[in-house]
């Protein structure tokens, strides 16, 4: 029988079988009682978490870790490291191998990731080089990354957008045809993300739907991020 084991003492109350989506639950981690886990197919969890823009617009953040038939463990990073999804992760019965920052503005907390997981080749934008310089990238695109072989191909693939402001780095994971970005689409509302800290807020209701693809404003916002029109 599978159970789960506490990495801090006193961390976790329950040593029974959980499903993932139990585990923010189970966590005494403060920043898990706001935390979705979501097992979308049995090789691809999400993790998400609320975000605001300037601390005004919600938008909402999200991570994705997808399995590889090796075991190894591919993550999109764009949230905390907490105690749940450490324990997710662990669930996923694989080597945590390779950290991708989405693009120039999510690299708030691949630190957290690379000193989890030392073994684990970080791969990030050129921007990360002056504004990461103590993380030992296995490669910048931007900065000769994009001529590189990592070990995740041909499963997953990446693409970065380079006239987006953000130097937007897009993964593709081709066995379910997912798509991983950061800025280069806009979901939103953020409903999932919101979930469990007291819903969405009122503001992106309301203006939430014109910033989703096909919204009013989407194109104009995705426009206006693009250094490179032609």
Not at 13 to 27: C, D, G, K, N, R
Not at 118 to 133: E, M, N, S, W, Y
Not at 157 to 176: F, G, K, R, V, W
Request: glycine share 10%.
């Amino acid at each position: 029988m599978s159970s789960i084991a506490p990495s801090v003492a006193g961390e976790y109350t329950s040593f029974a079988p959980v499903e993932l989506s139990q585990l923010t639950s189970l966590s005494k981690d403060a920043r898990d009682k706001t935390l979705v886990i979501r097992k979308v197919t049995e090789d691809i969890v999400t993790f998400s978490v609320p975000f605001s823009r300037a601390g005004l617009f919600a938008i909402g953040g999200r991570s994705t870790a997808i399995r590889l038939p090796s075991s190894d463990i591919f993550i999109y990073v764009s949230h905390p490291h907490t105690s749940a999804t450490q324990e997710a992760l662990k669930k996923l019965r694989g080597e945590v191998k390779y950290l991708v920052t989405p693009d120039g503005e999510h690299g708030m907390y691949i630190a957290d990731y690379v000193k989890a997981y030392p073994a684990a080749k970080p791969i990030g934008v050129l921007r990360h080089k002056t504004q990461k310089p103590n993380i030992p990238w296995a490669g910048l695109f931007g900065d000769g990354g994009e001529n590189q072989k990592y070990g995740f191909e041909p499963d997953i693939t990446l693409h970065q957008c380079s006239s987006h402001a953000n130097h937007e780095l897009m993964a593709i994971h081709h066995p379910s045809g997912t798509l991983l970005e950061a800025d280069m689409l806009f979901n939103l509302p953020p409903k999932e993300q919101y979930s469990r800290a007291g819903g969405t807020p009122f503001g992106s209701r309301l203006f939430g739907g014109a910033m989703s693809p096909g919204g009013k404003v989407h194109s104009t916002m995705v426009s206006g991020v693009m250094k490179d029109k032609a």
